[in-house]
């Protein structure tokens, strides 16, 4: 699976998050940017945050299918609130992946 860049955006949640959701979300026209702009097997990392705290997400599609992975980036699965930011400014994940997928002998 393939890390991949998605054009920068500021969102929200449309419906509340459970700290064990595997689904989030989102305005129409953002999933569509993300289903569009991730292939087959990409994942990209998004960012959840309210007043309280901040959690990072990998959002991404495995033949085809939507997922997402709470709590990376050494942050904790939470529950969030309708309404919550979603953005996807660039994380050290997304960096790390970035990087893994130019370095053959790398531990990643």
Not at 28 to 38: D, K, M, P, S, W
Not at 45 to 71: F, Q, W
Request: net charge negative; proline share 4%.
């Amino acid at each position: 699976m393939a890390v991949n860049t998605v054009a920068r955006f500021e969102s929200f949640l449309t419906a509340p998050m459970t700290a064990s959701d595997t689904q989030i979300a989102l305005p129409a026209e953002i999933t569509n940017l993300l289903n569009t702009q991730l292939g087959v097997n990409d994942h990209t990392y998004l960012n959840i945050s309210d007043a309280l705290g901040i959690e990072t997400v990998k959002y991404g599609k495995v033949n085809g299918l939507v997922y997402v992975t709470r709590g990376q980036d050494k942050t904790v699965a939470r529950a969030w609130p309708k309404g919550a930011c979603v953005e996807n400014f660039p994380t050290s994940a997304l960096m790390r992946d970035m990087i893994c997928l130019l370095c053959d002998n790398c531990n990643c």
